[in-house]
């Protein structure tokens, strides 16, 4: 992969757009080949399940993922056996026990997620995606071929479906992929996938004087509905609506990774006169939290048990916030066991659904609120989880920004971390913003906010 993007960076624009096309090609078949058809129909048989049956269904996958775990993935059984389990235990396991296993840690994941944490007994077709992981070295996550149709079938149905979309709709794209590799590049800031009708735009040249060519592109390619970071396609329509420029009017925004706001939701609705759709899931794969077609943000119970947990480790009561432990029904290869992901989430005090489905009901998301980083041009961007990828000796990062034009970056590092890492860390900062002064400073740990939280962003401009 390294090489191939080593060559992309280098095409011109047009031919660019083939390898999009071409790597669209394969991520298509990947997705929706195999058993994609049936999963899609399963997930949508089972939103009509009751209570009673999605507790039998959840046992049931719980207690063979668990033996499967112990029997085939080396770190479960050493850390269970340690805690006094033994395989009849999963054998005959209820809900109520989940909350006495141990927390499956972010670190551990990082640590022995390619190694003891992966099954002897595997699908075919494995490989490895990072995470999104903004303060830290991100995680890798492994997906089989099935897994990965298993999981774009739970997306299918619970995502696009209940915004009125299907994988055949033409979209627009703002992800983390860097599909214009210079930081100063020119126009166009797109480039188009062919095969999945997909124009994916750069989220790392939005500002004021770009905007007019983000609009173009969609008028271009005829982009439908908008999806990828809340932030960056929320600072998209501010300029759009700031430069009075005329966009097309969509069926829907779908956001995601980022909290999203009152205010953006607004914005949408003015820019592209369409309602947006939250959600909330992660490369991780082993939560899924989607808003219907009636404004509820509902869980799907058969992507994973999601617990949310007060600071002693006990269920939160409905109208409370609770930290997400998420143990994923999915992925057998590489279990996620009450991983601990790092976020928070509101149990909705009235379960009641408008649309009949018997599915854990949440007010919100609370996510991560990140300050916005303004690039000398004006460029803003929040999102810097590419800086870190494949720098396993970082274990968390922090992008402070001292001014438009100096950014420092923090980060607790190992002993193995190099000063070719270090390199490698400003050359990706000045490649988002362009020719900045950036200071890598090594420290022991990282400020916790009021929420005892560590923030991935942190903004010192002057507002105002």
């Not at 997705?31 to 209570?51: I, T």
């Not at 997906?143 to 619970?158: D, P, Y």
């Not at 309602?275 to 219907?292: H, K, M, P, Q, W």
């Not at 274990?395 to 590092?413: E, F, G, P, T, Y």
Request: contains cysteine.
């Amino acid at each position: 992969m390294a090489l191939a993007d080593k060559y992309y960076k280098v095409l011109p624009p047009f031919l660019q757009n083939i390898a999009a096309s071409a790597y669209g090609w394969y991520w298509k078949k990947r997705r929706y080949g195999g058993v994609f058809s049936e999963e899609l129909d399963r997930f949508r048989r089972r939103e009509n399940y009751s209570a009673g049956q999605w507790r039998s269904y959840q046992t049931d996958r719980l207690r063979a993922l668990l033996v499967h775990a112990f029997e085939t993935v080396p770190f479960y059984r050493a850390k269970y056996s340690a805690a006094g389990y033994s395989l009849k235990d999963f054998q005959c396991f209820e809900l109520e026990d989940l909350k006495n296993l141990p927390y499956l840690e972010k670190q551990e994941l990082r640590e022995y997620g390619r190694t003891s944490l992966v099954s002897s007994k595997r699908e075919r077709g494995g490989s490895f995606f990072a995470s999104s992981g903004s303060s830290g070295t991100p995680t890798s996550i492994l997906f089989s071929h099935a897994f990965h149709q298993r999981w774009s079938a739970a997306f299918e149905v619970r995502v696009r479906s209940w915004a009125g979309l299907d994988n055949k709709v033409p979209r627009g794209m703002i992800g983390g992929r860097r599909v214009v590799p210079d930081g100063e590049g020119k126009p166009p800031y797109y480039r188009y996938n062919w095969f999945e009708r997909q124009t994916y735009f750069s989220a790392y040249h939005i500002s004021e004087s770009t905007a007019a060519d983000y609009v173009r592109g969609m008028r271009k390619h005829r982009v439908e509905y908008m999806t990828g970071y809340a932030m960056s396609n929320y600072f998209l329509a501010q300029y759009i609506e700031k430069l009075g420029l005329e966009a097309p009017q969509l069926t829907a925004v779908v956001t995601s990774s980022e909290k999203l706001t009152p205010a953006m939701r607004d914005t949408f609705r003015r820019v592209y006169g369409c309602r947006t759709f939250d959600g909330y899931s992660g490369v991780e794969a082993c939560g899924l939290i989607t808003e219907n077609e009636w404004g509820e943000l509902m869980v799907s119970p058969d992507v994973g048990i999601m617990e949310l947990l007060d600071d002693e480790g006990r269920a939160v009561s409905p109208g409370q916030v609770g930290e997400v432990v998420s143990t994923g029904l999915l992925n057998f290869d590489q279990p996620l066991i009450r991983y601990r992901i790092g976020d928070m989430a509101k149990l909705s005090a009235n379960q009641e659904s408008e649309s009949g489905r018997e599915m854990p009901i949440v007010d919100e998301i609370v996510g991560r609120v990140e300050d916005v980083v303004i690039g000398p041009d004006g460029r803003k961007m929040v999102r810097f989880h590419g800086v870190f990828i494949d720098l396993p000796a970082i274990h968390s990062a922090q992008v402070v920004q001292k001014a438009v034009d100096h950014l420092d970056i923090r980060v607790v590092v190992d002993a193995h971390f190099s000063q070719d890492d270090e390199d490698i860390i400003v050359r990706r900062v000045r490649s988002q913003l362009g020719e900045i002064k950036v200071n890598v400073l090594r420290v022991s740990e990282l400020p916790v906010g009021p929420n005892g939280k560590v923030k991935a962003v942190i903004s010192e401009l002057e507002t105002g």
